[in-house]
């Protein structure tokens, strides 16, 4: 492989796992449970096109007996530095990104949608 690689979750270099998939080599951290594709990088921002783009862990979450939304793991989510920019800050201070948080980085209209949201009140739906 020659190429250095490590976990975008926690930085890991050592107890990683590859295996093919039809996306392309997958990688799987063995110590945080991350999973990413190896050739998905360098990843290119689908909204301003530039290569800024960064991973942070997503929580995986699901409703476990209750009513308690539980995090059950995590996965790598790109973010870009410029238009996810308030997302990447969150993250940054230790969170995990929402698990219905659609980076911009991916999906350009998810960007436009929260432009438009800017001033108006905030509607969460359940
Ligand atoms: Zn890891
Ligand atoms: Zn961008």
Redesign the pocket.
């Known amino acids: 492989m020659g190429r250095h690689i490590v976990c975008p979750g926690c930085g890991e270099a050592e107890e990683l796992m590859g295996s093919q998939s039809p996306e392309g080599i997958r990688i799987r951290c063995e110590k945080c449970e991350t999973e990413w594709l190896r050739d998905a990088e360098p990843e290119r921002?689908?909204?301003?096109?530039?290569t800024?783009?960064v991973q942070r862990q997503r929580a995986l979450t699901q409703f476990s007996r209750g009513s308690q939304l539980s995090i059950v793991g995590f996965t790598a989510v790109p973010l870009?530095?410029?238009?996810?920019a308030e997302m990447l800050a969150w993250a940054h201070a230790g969170r995990a990104v929402p698990f219905n948080y659609r980076p911009?980085?991916l999906d350009p209209e998810a960007a436009k949608e929260r432009e438009k949201q800017d001033g108006d009140d905030v509607i969460i739906t359940p």
């Not at 921002?45 to 530039?50: I, L, N, V």
């Not at 870009?80 to 996810?84: E, F, L, P, Q």
């Open positions: 921002c689908a909204t301003c096109g530039g800024e783009v870009c530095r410029v238009c996810d911009a980085a």
